[in-house]
Each structure stands twice: as structure tokens, then as C-alpha cells.
T-cell receptor
């Protein structure tokens, strides 16, 4: 089945640690996105990539980093520089028609 | 400044009635609009889309209306069902994935 997979579903991080969230898609989409959702704030764009080996910062990129070495994979690293990392993170890929397909999300909690 | 606005954070509707969710945008370059539905702790799922060359698109119980001059779109759900209770996000952008912008969402509650 084609789709987009995020893992893990729940993630706990100690303060000061970096952590990487996985996002994999087998939809052959070029464009992939990372969003963060906080209560009452909808989806805010962190980073996006429209082609392998290229990515751009979104609205709230500070404290995050990404890579796009393969078309299928767009991992997001939450670094220790991110001041408030506890949130629900969503990965999406978008087809040529503009329809976005979302993963199930990763809930990150800093303990 | 938000480019996509959903001014109603929540909406309650009786089962069987019509639900109308509204969305306004400010960027006249947007030419493709989508609605997503989201349940708690899950990723959003696509509902319906409309391109700027149309003013209406219908799919079963869901209809999206676009008023380009007013930069306004709305999602109508008729008849509303309890399973429609979720958060609905409006999104705007261009078909080739240029920085899709999402609204803050509207929480719909359909009461039995």
C-alpha cells in the first residue's frame, strides 16, 4: 500500500538532547513537508523539500534541521536549541495535483 | 500575519443539519485550496479541493464554494453526522507544493 509513515508515534526526550523523527513515503512524491501543531495554532511549517538534496526553511525552522538524501525519506532533527519542542509533529508529501498526504504524526514530549 | 484564517475556532451543529465552515485568505497568488479533517492524535486526511478556475466542487455530502473576489471559501457538510466531529483545516497554495499554508482549524461538533 502506498502511503507516508512517521515513526515513532510517541517520543520522549530529555532536555538538552537531540532527537530525530522519521518520515518515509513510497508515493514517489518530490515535495515533502514538516509541520508542527500546537493547541489552537493549527499547522505551522518547519521545513520543506521539493527535490532530493534541497530543502528550505519554513516559518519556524529555528532549532530544527532536516536532510533529504533520498526521495523517500525526510527526517527531522529537533535539536537542543529548540526552546519548546513539546508538540505534535506532522510530515506530509504533496503530489503534482497539490493534494497533501499526511503521516500519523509523532508526539514529542520533553521530560 | 496569518495568510489563511478560520475565524471560528469551534462550531456545534445538530445531526442532520448543515455544517458550514468558513475560510478566508489574503494572498491573491493562491490558486488551489483544500480542506482536511483531523481526529485527535492522527494526521489530517484530505477531504476535498478546489482550484481557482472553479467556484464549486462537490463530493458526496461535502461541497466547497470559492469566492475569489472575496478571497473566501467555505465547506458545506450536508447532512452532518456525529462521525464528522473533528477539526477541519483549510489550506491554500499552488498545485506544485509551493509552501502550502494552513489555517488554524475549526473544531466541528455534531450533536446527536
Amino acid at each position: 500500500d502506498g502511503g507516508i509513515t512517521q515513526s515513532p508515534k510517541y517520543l520522549f526526550r530529555k532536555e538538552g538532547q537531540n532527537v530525530t523523527l522519521s518520515c518515509e513515503q513510497n508515493l514517489n512524491h518530490d515535495a515533502m513537508y514538516w509541520y508542527r501543531q500546537d493547541p489552537g495554532q493549527g499547522l505551522r511549517l518547519i521545513y520543506y523539500s521539493q527535490i532530493v538534496n534541497d530543502f528550505q526553511k519554513g516559518d519556524i525552522a529555528e532549532g530544527y534541521s532536516v536532510s533529504r538524501e533520498k526521495k523517500e525519506s525526510f527526517p527531522l532533527t529537533v535539536t537542543s536549541a529548540q526552546k519548546n519542542p513539546t508538540a505534535f509533529y506532522l510530515c506530509a508529501s504533496i503530489d503534482l495535483g497539490g493534494e497533501a498526504f499526511f503521516g500519523q504524526g509523532t508526539r514529542l514530549t520533553v521530560v | 500575519d496569518q495568510q489563511v484564517k478560520q475565524n471560528s475556532p469551534s462550531l456545534s451543529v445538530q445531526e442532520g443539519r448543515i455544517s458550514i465552515l468558513n475560510c478566508d485568505y489574503t494572498n491573491s497568488m493562491f490558486d488551489y485550496f483544500l480542506w482536511y479533517k483531523k481526529y485527535p492524535a492522527e494526521g489530517p486526511t484530505f477531504l476535498i479541493s478546489i482550484s481557482s478556475i472553479k467556484d464549486k466542487n462537490e463530493d458526496g455530502r461535502f461541497t466547497v464554494f470559492l469566492n475569489k473576489s472575496a478571497k473566501h471559501l467555505s465547506l458545506h457538510i450536508v447532512p452532518s453526522q456525529p462521525g464528522d466531529s473533528a477539526v477541519y483545516f483549510c489550506a491554500a497554495g499552488s498545485p506544485h507544493g509551493q509552501n502550502f499554508v494552513f489555517g488554524p482549524g475549526t473544531r466541528l461538533s455534531v450533536l446527536p
